[in-house]
């Protein structure tokens, strides 16, 4: 079983920075790992993920801005938010897939608001 943890959220102003941190309770090395949003209203959606293997994709909406990383060594996914929209706002979510298969873990969320 594998706990995670975010941290990083909080209030900040249209075209400030962030930097999300997810800490796993054990080795996350043959796991992808993903960062996932809900905004009020709106359905939860995927914002980035990183590969067992190291590769990375985003949405559109982000490509340019987010950038998502891993240090296995730590059991730590990172997510740098830079140029943040007040459309950013959401809780964002921590997630963690064992090789591509059913076995999902998610953390409890962190808050991120961009005031306009």
């Known amino acids: 079983q594998v706990q995670l943890v975010e941290s990083g959220g909080g209030l900040v102003q249209a075209g400030g920075v962030l930097r999300l941190s997810c800490a796993a309770s054990?080795?996350?090395?043959?796991?992808?790992m993903a960062w996932y949003r809900q905004a009020p209203g709106k359905q939860r959606e995927l914002v980035a993920i990183?590969?067992?293997?190291?590769?990375?994709n985003y949405v559109d909406s982000v490509k340019g801005r987010f950038s998502i990383s891993r240090d296995n060594a730590k059991n730590t996914v990172y997510l740098q938010m830079n140029s943040l929209k007040p459309e950013d706002t959401a809780v964002y979510y921590c997630?963690?897939?064992?090789?591509?298969?059913?076995?999902?873990?998610w953390g409890k969320g962190t808050l991120v608001t961009v005031s306009s």
């Open positions: 997630n963690a897939n064992f090789r591509g298969t059913a076995m999902i873990y």
């Open positions: 054990g080795s996350i090395d043959s796991f992808n």
């Open positions: 990183i590969t067992s293997g190291g590769n990375t």
